[in-house]
């Protein structure tokens, strides 16, 4: 059975930093892309950050400078630093994988299209930042 279980948000002040992380069971996250994607109310799922499984990392522009995906492959866990929170950083936040997407460019379009052929989300991590 695959799943993929967030947790690690929280509610934080403009400026402070979280880390987020997301075990994963029943998926072989050996090849392929694992990313972050986040939702606020009413809206879609937005890319965030993806990692590959030769450890290339994209990340959307919103976040960069600020964000750092990692994975840890013996454990199957992917893990989100979010240093220098800003509010609009408020969201739900879900991880999701696809086996057959590595490499700059394919991740860029996996993150900009939600991750179309996932269909395992989890109950995702919510992250509140007050100003």
């Known amino acids: 059975q695959v799943e993929f279980v967030e947790s690690g948000g929280g509610s934080v002040q403009s400026g402070e930093s979280l880390r987020l992380s997301c075990k994963i069971s029943g998926y072989d996250t050996s090849s392929g892309c694992i990313g972050w994607f986040r939702q606020t109310l009413g809206q879609e799922r937005d890319g965030v950050a993806a990692?590959?499984?030769?450890?290339?990392?994209e990340y959307a522009e919103s976040v960069k400078g600020r964000f750092t995906i990692s994975h840890d492959k013996a454990r199957n866990i992917v893990w989100l630093q979010m240093d220098r929170l800003m509010p609009e950083d408020t969201a739900m936040y879900f991880c999701?994988?696809?086996?057959?997407?590595?490499?700059?460019?394919?991740?860029?379009?996996?993150?900009?299209?939600?991750?179309?052929?996932?269909?395992?989300w989890g109950q995702g991590t919510q992250v509140t930042v007050s100003s």
């Open positions: 999701a994988a696809e086996s057959t997407i590595r490499g700059p460019r394919p991740m860029y379009w996996w993150l900009q299209l939600h991750a179309p052929a996932f269909n395992s």
């Open positions: 990692i590959d499984d030769a450890g290339i990392t």
